[in-house]
């Protein structure tokens, strides 16, 4: 059986940084995170397809968007594990892999 459905999830992608936040009236540590929306196929893979980088209070998590690119090269890199990026494309090519596969195998017999 394969499970699809929709999932949000936040990464924490740096150290914190002290600052005044507006809502809690007092300095926090504010964490930058990216937070992204993926389909998910199946518990495994999964398919991003929205992200956005957020620097956030931990205490009631209001904080800034940051800047999508900048943070990216600061990382050097997109910071979401493979299979949760590249999820889908990779089951296409297992699935029709299979499907070639199968029609090599009933070619080679002779078969339909
Ligand atoms: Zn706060």
Known sequence: MILIGQQERVLIVGPTEV???L???TETEF???LRYKMTRIDLLFGFV???RYELACTGCEHGWVLDT???DQQLGGVPIPWRHR???PVMLVVVAG???AGWMWRMGHGGI
Request: hydrophobic share 35%; proline share 5%; charged share 15%.
């Open 98 to 100: 299979v499907a070639v």
């Open 19 to 21: 600052h005044h936040c």
């Open 31 to 33: 964490a930058p995170q």
């Open 49 to 51: 397809y929205q992200r």
């Open 86 to 88: 590249f999820g889908l």
């Open 69 to 71: 690119e900048s943070m």
């Open 23 to 25: 809502r809690c009236q």
